[in-house]
């Protein structure tokens, strides 16, 4: 069975670690995995103001050619040991279609596999960055008006980014489904979102898309809980959808992070095509 990791960061991202991409494969050959495929954070859409304070939420557009060329070199290095594949994680931002659109459709034919992603929502004319720091979420449930409000408006925006026409070369797997999830020790959110969890599995299994099963939840000490959780993992299954896990690590000694407590019958294999080498 091929042991797969289809959610990893790099040296490249502005808010990781300087862990070389030697030391990420290194560690998932330790833990025999067999095919990794690097996700960094995208450059945000041409026009958009990163609303987290450190302003570090993708690369920059002048590092792209730089990550790129590392990620051919190091798949060249362990050729004959794992398999690497060229990926970035592309953020969905309501009302920057166009843009990221016009992104994929320059860069797309350099991937081998990419994942779409929600962390930014819109409220009135502001993005606010939905799990940056717990403090930050506190203070979007008094710019939303609620915890409720907040999950309301991620289920909404993460459905708008499954049904999101963004050209031919858009992300096939969606990422960290539940993330709003992140605090969730902190900010417990009462109301029942299984209508709107249902309709985003449904739309995803109606375009043949992927879930990322992400393992950085189980790590976060406000959450403790894979994103997406069991239950809705096996209703995916239920329903026919492939579920990819992720480490989602950010630095080399996350690789495989939940892993071993997520079941392993729920990691299929990718349905995303793998060019040729």
Known sequence: MMKRDGHIHTPFCPHGTEDTLQSYIEEALRQGFTRLTFTEHAPLPSGFTDSTPTKDSGMKLSDLHAYFSALQ????????DIDIQIGLEVDYIEGFEQ????????????LDDSILSVHF?????????????????GEMIEIFGSTAAIYSKYFETVQRSVQADLGRFKPKRI????????FQRRFPCKEDFSEEIEAILKTIKAND????????????PLCLEAYPSPKIAQRAKELGIALVYGSDAHQAKDIGQGYESMLP???????SPVKEK
Request: net charge negative.
């Open 121 to 137: 929502l819109k409220y009135q004319s502001d993005w606010h960055c939905l799990d940056y720091s717990a403090d930050l979420f």
């Open 175 to 182: 990422g960290h489904l539940t993330l709003v999830h992140k």
């Open 73 to 80: 070199q190091a798949r060249e290095e362990y050729r004959t």
């Open 99 to 110: 843009e990221t659109a016009a992104f994929l459709n320059e860069y797309g034919p350099l």
């Open 265 to 271: 019958a729920f990691f299929h294999e990718s349905k």
């Open 209 to 220: 898309y992927e879930i990322d099963l992400n393992g950085a939840g189980l790590m976060k």
